[in-house]
C-alpha cells in the first residue's frame, strides 16, 4: 500500500475559502497550511458548516425543541467538559448574547442527558430519555434534535482538536517505507476464516438488529420530506428503526447523511477499509456493538481479513497486525478518549507509519465521526442479535 503524499498548501481552485466554524475553534488561520488542508476536503468542510447552521443558525431560532440559549448552553458545556477552552470560550460567548437558560427541572434534564452521552454514552441506558419528556417537556422530535445536536458537538469538538493538532504539526511528509519490512502476517490458526461470525469479549461481526426506544415515524403517514429524506438515507431505510427514529428531524437527517457520507466515501486518501477500521476501534473504545459489528464487517467484506478485527475485539490498544495499522487505532482511539490530549505527536506517529497528510485526516474525521454514530444508536435504541 503506497503512502499518499502531503496536502499541498493553497485550495483547490487557487482561492482561499473563509473561515467557517470549526477553523475558528481549531484556531486555524486563513491561508495556513493547516487551514488550506482541512479545505482539501471541501464537502467535508461544507457538511460540517451545514450541520452547524441548522443546530445554531438564524433559522434554528424558528425551529421546536431545545432553544438557541439551551444549544449553546449544551455546547459549551461540552467544550468545557472535554477540556477545549478555545470551543467552550467561543459558544460562551454567543451563550452570553442569550437570555440565560433558568435554573430547574428543564435545565437539569438537558444538561443532565448531555453530559451522559458526553462522558460516558454506553453508560447513558433507555432510562436517560424519560427526564426530557418528563422534567423538561420535551416531545420526541425534540429529543431526537436534542441527541443528534450532542452527537454532532461530539464530532466537532474532536474535529477540531484533530485540527489544533494538525496545525500544531506542521507541514510534513508520510515517511519512506523502511528497509527492512515487517514480516508477513500469518493469519491465527485459532481465528474463524474471514466472513464467518467472529465473537469475542462481547463483540462480534454478525449482522445485528436494532430497536428504538422512542416511537419511530410511520411510513403511511410519514410527510413528503420525511419520505424523501428515509429513501435517500438507505435502500432499507422505511424498515429501519434507526432511519426511521431520526426521520423525526429530516433535515438533520439528511445533512447528517451528507458529512457521513463526505467523510466515508471521500475519494483518494485512506482507503475505504482503513475508514472501516477506524469507525470499528472508536466503537469498541465507546462500547458501542452494533457499530462495531457494521464496521467490522465492511473492513472483512474489502480486505477479505479478520485478525485486525479480533484484536480489536480483545484489546483496542495493542491491536494492528502491522506499524501502518497500529498508527492508524491507535489515533483513533487517542482521539475518542481524551481530544484535549490529542496533539502533533499523534500526527507524527502517523507520518511515521507511513500516512500522507490527506490520509491522516480522512483517518481522523471518520473517529470523530463515530463519536456522533455511536452516540445515537447506544441513547436511543439497542441492539438484538447479540
Not at 403517514?221 to 420525511?226: D, H, L, R, V, W
Not at 484489546?315 to 495499522?325: H, I, K, L, Q, Y
Amino acid at each position: 500500500m503506497t503512502a499518499a503524499s502531503s496536502i499541498p498548501s493553497g485550495a483547490a481552485d487557487g482561492a482561499t475559502p473563509a473561515l467557517d466554524t470549526l477553523d475558528q475553534l481549531a484556531g486555524l488561520a486563513a491561508g495556513s497550511p493547516a487551514h488550506a488542508a482541512r479545505h482539501q476536503r471541501a464537502k467535508v468542510a461544507a457538511a460540517t458548516e451545514a450541520c452547524q447552521q441548522l443546530f445554531f443558525g438564524p433559522g434554528a431560532a424558528a425551529g421546536s425543541g431545545p432553544t438557541p440559549a439551551e444549544r449553546l448552553l449544551v455546547a459549551s458545556d461540552s467544550a468545557e467538559r472535554l477540556g477545549l477552552p478555545r470551543a467552550a470560550a467561543h459558544n460562551l460567548a454567543l451563550y452570553a448574547a442569550q437570555e440565560p437558560v433558568a435554573e430547574g427541572p428543564r435545565r437539569s434534564a438537558i444538561l443532565g442527558f448531555a453530559r451522559a452521552l458526553a462522558d460516558a454514552p454506553a453508560r447513558a441506558d433507555r432510562s436517560a430519555l424519560a427526564p426530557l419528556q418528563d422534567a423538561a417537556g420535551l416531545t420526541v422530535p425534540d429529543a431526537v434534535l436534542l441527541a443528534q445536536l450532542i452527537g454532532y458537538l461530539a464530532c466537532q469538538l474532536r474535529t477540531a482538536a484533530a485540527w489544533q493538532a494538525l496545525g500544531a504539526a506542521g507541514p510534513g511528509r508520510a515517511a519512506p517505507a523502511a528497509a527492512e519490512p515487517e514480516a508477513p502476517f500469518v493469519h491465527p490458526a485459532h481465528l474463524p476464516p474471514p466472513g464467518q461470525v467472529l465473537e469475542r469479549n462481547g463483540f462480534t461481526n454478525a449482522t445485528l438488529g436494532w430497536t428504538a426506544w422512542l416511537p419511530v415515524v410511520d411510513p403511511a403517514t410519514a410527510t413528503p420530506e420525511q419520505l424523501a429524506v428515509l429513501d435517500a438515507s438507505h435502500p432499507k431505510a422505511r424498515t429501519s428503526d434507526f432511519y426511521l427514529l431520526l426521520a423525526h428531524q429530516p433535515a438533520v437527517l439528511a445533512q447528517r447523511s451528507q458529512a457521513f457520507n463526505a467523510i466515508m466515501y471521500a475519494p483518494g486518501g485512506l482507503p475505504r477499509a482503513e475508514r472501516a477500521l477506524v469507525g470499528t476501534a472508536v466503537s469498541v473504545v465507546n462500547r458501542c456493538v452494533f457499530c462495531a459489528a457494521v464496521h467490522a464487517q465492511r473492513y472483512e467484506q474489502l480486505t477479505g481479513r479478520n485478525a485486525v478485527i479480533a484484536q480489536l475485539f480483545d484489546d483496542v490498544d495493542t491491536a494492528g497486525t502491522d506499524a501502518r495499522e497500529r498508527a492508524i487505532v491507535q489515533a483513533a482511539a487517542a482521539l475518542t478518549r481524551a481530544p484535549s490530549a490529542f496533539g502533533a505527536d499523534a500526527i507524527h506517529a502517523l507520518r511515521h507509519a507511513g500516512l500522507g497528510d490527506l490520509e491522516a485526516l480522512d483517518a481522523l474525521h471518520a473517529a470523530a465521526l463515530f463519536a456522533w454514530a455511536n452516540r445515537l444508536i447506544l441513547n436511543l435504541g439497542e441492539p438484538h442479535g447479540v
